[in-house]
């Protein structure tokens, strides 16, 4: 579960104390109205505090994986790159082909390691998949030599398509994160609507 769960989670569990406490309201403002307006002012301060900084941390979390998520889609283009070039006619040739794409996959891989944990759940598991074929290519790759170079071609098709995906699932979380920012939006509103609606009641 990533943080951004956490948070929303921690966030349906606040609203429906906030439920339970407009109960409770209701019960005291047949008591009395100023006991209820003592509670409810009480009530929306921790509140409002509780959701600036959820706000606050789900910035962060979200800044830094918008940061990681760009640095990735950044190296996955570039193996990308290295993947669609044509195999090489020569040693000298294949020589260099295979340093800039050992390169490319060396960057990839610190570059997941460098944002796992801050990327979601389901981008991990998929990284995690790819993990497994990225290394097998890489090791054929370093192990290689150019008269075996043909070998490698069959493994290309499967890298390819499984970027590809990944850059799919980069794309989505880069959405979800615009959700979140909304939803908290959201909720500020709705609170801010619902204040409007215990004051005209109080007062």
Do not use: C, W
């Amino acid at each position: 579960m990533t943080l951004q769960d956490e948070l929303m989670d921690i966030g349906k569990e606040r609203l429906t104390q906030m439920k339970v406490l407009l109960d409770e309201l209701q019960i005291q403002m047949a008591l009395g109205k100023a006991e209820a307006k003592d509670v409810f002012d009480r009530e929306r301060k921790n509140f409002l505090q509780f959701i600036s900084e959820e706000k606050n941390v789900l910035r962060r979390s979200g800044e830094a994986a918008g940061i990681h998520r760009q640095l990735l889609m950044d190296k996955f283009d570039a193996l990308d790159l290295r993947l669609a070039k044509t195999p090489a006619e020569n040693k000298r040739a294949y020589d260099v082909q295979k340093r800039e794409t050992l390169h490319a996959i060396y960057t990839l891989e610190l570059a997941m390691k460098e944002a796992y944990g801050d990327v979601g759940m389901a981008l991990q598991v998929k990284l995690d998949v790819f993990r497994g074929k990225l290394d097998n290519y890489r090791i054929k790759l370093a192990l290689g030599e150019f008269e075996a170079a043909a070998e490698l071609e069959p493994l290309k098709p499967e890298l390819v398509a499984a970027v590809a995906d990944i850059r799919e699932r980069l794309k989505k979380e880069a959405g979800a994160s615009e959700k979140i920012d909304s939803f908290t939006n959201e909720i500020s509103t709705s609170f801010e609507h619902m204040k409007k609606a215990f004051s005209n009641l109080l007062s």
